[in-house]
């Protein structure tokens, strides 16, 4: 069964910080793909990235970067120089692939979310 | 408009009433998804549906309808709750292609039960 384990319940710090999220994920798949969301009080899930299970590179974009470590089945999210706007709830998830008579379908395991509060 | 839309974005209905929630994507997507979110605990699926047809149901109780008329729209249709089904519901969708799957979500409805 897929897993998805985001230890963290709560972190709070102060804006200009930086902050990093793990995520720590299990699946016996060998093709799978790993995302992280925002969830900000607003409500809506806000797609952030994805990585296939194949490409190990880390991703950079503006203030926010993952690192995608197979060897620990870790897939980290850092901010740095938080700001208030980045307060949410942070969800890393994990697509496993589902054959049906439909052909492929894929569904998503998601982990129980990090929330983020970041202080003036 | 684009992306996932979803109406209403409030709800609260007695036990005894019958509404729907309505979701619409606007991205030329082939696979919708209802998916609840409770309080403290993880979004759990609800409902699949791939080209139209239900590729899904995750035991999920008969009181919760879901009707899927086209790609584009999926409805959920609510018949005597329970107060323990109050949550935020949550539709997404994804184009269906083999490799592509990242999941849009639309901005969610929260349901009241009373």
């Known amino acids: 069964a897929q897993k998805v384990t985001q230890a963290q319940t709560e972190i709070s710090v102060v804006e200009k910080e930086d902050v990093t999220l793990d995520c720590v994920y299990e699946?016996?798949?060998?093709?799978?793909?790993l995302f992280w969301y925002k969830q900000p009080p607003s409500g809506e899930l806000v797609f952030l990235i994805r990585?296939?299970?194949?490409?190990?590179q880390n991703e950079i974009s503006g203030r926010y970067s993952w690192n995608f470590q197979k060897s620990t089945s870790s897939f980290n999210f850092t901010i740095t120089a938080s700001q208030v706007v980045d307060s949410a709830v942070y969800f890393c998830?994990?697509?496993?692939?589902?054959?049906?008579?439909?052909?492929?379908?894929?569904?998503?395991?998601f982990g129980k979310g990090t929330l983020l509060t970041v202080n003036p | 408009e684009t992306g996932v839309t979803q109406t209403p974005r409030h709800l609260v209905m007695g036990m005894t009433n019958k509404k729907s929630l309505k979701c619409e994507q606007h991205?030329?997507?082939?696979?919708m998804y209802w998916y609840k979110q409770s309080a403290k605990k993880p979004l759990e699926l609800m409902f699949v549906?791939?080209?139209?047809?239900?590729?899904e149901n995750n035991s999920v109780p008969s009181r919760f309808s879901p009707e899927c008329p086209n790609s584009s729209h999926l409805f959920l249709h609510l018949h005597t709750l329970q107060p323990e089904d109050s949550a935020l519901y949550l539709c997404?969708?994804?184009?269906?292609?083999?490799?592509?799957?990242?999941?849009?979500f639309g901005p969610g409805t929260r349901l009241t039960v009373l």
């Open positions: 997404a969708s994804r184009t269906g292609l083999a490799g592509t799957d990242t999941q849009y």
């Open positions: 699946t016996r798949d060998t093709t799978y793909y």
């Open positions: 990585r296939n299970s194949f490409d190990e």
């Open positions: 998830a994990l697509s496993e692939a589902r054959l049906n008579s439909g052909g492929s379908n894929y569904k998503l395991t």
């Open positions: 991205l030329g997507h082939n696979a």
């Open positions: 549906y791939s080209l139209e047809e239900r590729v």
